[in-house]
């Protein structure tokens, strides 16, 4: 086979690995610095020369073998060497080939794991007390009605006025009334909340395909990944629930029937209405206790990866420049295999291999052939053969 022709191919690969290093090292280490490049650019040429010299030494050694137990030797000599010349090579070759997509693979990962948390956390996290506050707002209504006919009818004591159980019964319609505040205070503050952390995780969608640097996409991601995190934390702070639970829990504690109560069945009538009113406060902070917890959802993490741990880590979603890599470094292996066994047809039929040769190398030494032979006519005869 055409000695120039193999040793043309094997610079050729020897070549390509050695940008594909250069480049996969200077993303590995992000350089910037001229010392960086400089760094990167002996890597790549220690790498080439050891590949060249490699090849070279296994095309002279291995086809010309012919004890069985050298080439043996020589094979296994040759795998091993192969093995640490895709070690040494071929995972800097996907990093210059495939970096990018990597990394980009892993950003929409941290994306979908923030869609995943977002969901898990119930838009937003945190307790939602919405289902009670139509049964919160009834019962405000409910003592402010009987604080207004108590005033204007008597209808707890008989003793109509603004006095007395009237206004007490006004003072715990207000309190009432105030924890419907404070809960439609913090549905609202939840609500900010979900709506901070959707925002951020719209920005981390639309950063996935803005047309900038892989580097620049990733801070930007980045950024929006702490004020997600930021967002459900605080979310996952409000407890509605928990502060309607104790209000309701304590909510007629501390009453004092008024001294203008006085007759045994007005008294009667204040303490079946007190108790009226506990059961049902006692009722709503059940319901309310009992309302279920949003799942807590482990916040959003994002690693910085360089070039090489990134198609390391997402292999699986590259495996056809994985293939590409290790190709670039095997295929001087497939040719030795071609010249291997071209060499052990030849050795196993002389005569075929001096067919294979051009006629003008076999016209030549037909012409050199008496050149050759000439001076050996010159020289004196065996003293065997004068006698």
Known sequence: MNARLINAGLLVVAFLAALANYEGLALTIDAQTFWDRAFCAAIAIGVMSSILVFWHLAFHVVPHMLDPDHRLIAWLTTLFGTLCIVGLSAALNVAALGGHEARQVGLQEVVASAERSFAAGGQGGGRSIQPLLPDLDAFRTYLAGLA???AEAGCVTSTKGRKGVAATLEQLAGTAGT????????????????????????????????????E????EIARQV?????AMTEARGIDGAAQVSQALGSFTSGIVIPVTVKTAQQKEAVARILTTIK?????????????????????VTMTRQNALQAVVTHASAIVPIWIVGIALDVLPLVLLVFVTIHAAAGRKDPDERMLDRPVRDVIEARRALPEIEAPRRRLPAPKEARR
Request: aromatic share 2%.
């Open 179 to 214: 924890i419907v505040e404070a809960v439609s205070r913090s549905q609202a503050d939840l609500g900010a909340k979900g709506d901070a952390a959707r925002a951020c995780l719209t920005a981390m969608r639309a950063a996935l395909t803005k047309p900038v640097a892989i």
């Open 216 to 219: 620049k996409r990733s801070e």
């Open 148 to 150: 207004e006919c108590e």
């Open 226 to 230: 702490d004020c997600f995190n930021a």
């Open 279 to 299: 059961q049902k406060a006692d009722e709503l902070a059940r319901r309310a206790a009992a309302l279920p917890m949003s799942e807590a959802a482990e916040p």
